[in-house]
């Protein structure tokens, strides 16, 4: 078998190892086609019937309604940073955003470009290590939506639930926990994921909007920033990011093969409890950063004592074959992202890790 580090890396992050050698296999040729599925077109029977059946499958394993459009972008999460204002957003209307850390500071700066926003609740007093809890909402009334970035993943919090809106579009920064676990997607208006994170590799963002919220922006907004013309054409407008859709669509099978998306809450969750108790059950030699209630299931931030010690155990993990383990340049510490692809054996490698560096620079 290859030889696999302990990848704990936050984006790109680990793919499944089966995922990888069946796009290895299909490298050169796919589907009895004389050619890689990157060569040929986006238009031809084969790569359509992986786009479609890439759709098909999130639908399956989100159990997404009618109603709701999926659509396969380019350009991140950072360009739906944008779209979401210049396609929602009109003149009287509101952006109300939940300030929780980095990820929602970048898509407030973003709205501020095309319209008026709103902080409808901040943890900043908190220096971001919690969510707010949804009674703490103040929602204008004016609001076009309402957004909250779902895991912080520099800070490593995590929404548990999330807010129930009658009146407000619910708009929500996937990135880094889509399909850890099960959603109820007739809760939100809007869903947006990059999926270099947890469904494949870089490339592909994926959108899921109520068509409800499909108009005509009431903003000058080009042609390819549109919801609409991505919509109208099952995102086949221009040239798709076909080999990341392909990507998308392997991974996919893995978690239905793998039982779907409350199977990866169960393992999600096995993975973070095991890190967790690691850190709690230090005696305080490690620290968790984020606060109990909003602890991410996806990125696990700690601290040790000092910056020396924390740049020790950098090293060390990196020599005993640990990748991706040093906290965001923003913030410092320690991050361990548990995405669904990494497995339950990385993390009880990485805990035996944590207790035997303990021994030693305790
Ligand atoms: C990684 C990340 C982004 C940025 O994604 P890009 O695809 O690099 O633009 C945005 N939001 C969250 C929550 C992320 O984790």
């Known amino acids: 078998m290859a030889n696999r580090a302990y990848n704990f890396n936050a984006g790109p992050a680990a793919l499944p190892l089966e995922v990888l050698q069946q796009a290895q296999e299909q490298f050169v040729e796919f589907d009895g086609t004389g050619m890689s599925i990157m060569e040929m077109s986006h238009r031809g029977k084969s790569y359509e019937s992986v786009h479609f059946e ?18 396969f972008l380019q350009g991140g999460a950072s360009t739906q940073f944008a779209m ?4 929602l957003l009109s003149p009287g209307k509101v952006g109300a955003y939940v300030h929780t850390g980095n990820w929602a500071s970048k898509a407030i700066k973003e709205a501020k470009m095309f319209g008026e926003t709103a902080i409808a609740a901040s943890s900043e007093a908190d220096a971001f290590m919690r969510v707010p809890s949804v009674a703490e909402l103040n929602i204008p009334e004016n609001a076009a939506y309402l957004h909250l970035t779902s895991n912080e993943t520099i ?25 850890c676990r099960p959603l109820n997607v007739s809760q939100f208006g809007l869903i947006y994921a990059g999926a270099q994170k947890n469904l494949g590799p870089s490339g592909v963002t994926i959108v899921i909007l109520k068509e409800e919220l499909i108009g005509k922006p009431s903003m ?3 042609t390819m920033l549109q919801y609409a013309t991505h919509a109208k054409s099952d995102s086949l407008y221009n040239t798709p990011p076909t080999f ?8 996919l099978k893995w978690i239905k093969k793998s039982g779907g998306a409350a199977a990866m809450e169960r393992v999600n969750r096995e993975k973070a409890e095991l890190l967790y108790e690691a850190i709690d ?4 030699y490690y620290r968790g950063c984020a606060q109990p209630g909003s602890r991410s299931i996806m990125n696990v931030t700690f601290r040790l004592a000092d910056e020396e010690l924390e740049k020790r155990f950098v090293q060390q993990s990196e020599e005993a074959g640990f990748v991706g ?5 923003d913030v410092g510490g320690l991050r361990a992202s548990i995405y669904n692809a990494v497995p339950v054996d990385s993390v009880r490698a990485l805990v035996a890790f944590m207790k035997d560096f303990k021994q030693r620079n305790g």
Request: charged fraction near 20%; hydrophobic fraction near 40%; glycine fraction near 10%.
């Open 155 to 179: 800070g490593g919090t995590q929404w548990a639930e999330y807010p129930k809106l009658d009146s407000v579009p619910l708009v929500v920064d996937m990135s880094s926990d889509i399909l």
């Open 244 to 251: 990341a859709i392909y990507m998308v669509n392997l991974t």
């Open 281 to 284: 059950g230090s005696g305080g």
């Open 325 to 329: 383990l040093k906290g965001h340049r």
């Open 54 to 71: 890439t759709e098909a499958l999130l639908r399956e394993l989100l159990n997404i309604p009618d109603g709701y459009k999926v659509l």
């Open 220 to 222: 000058p907004v080009p």
């Open 84 to 87: 979401v204002p210049m396609n």
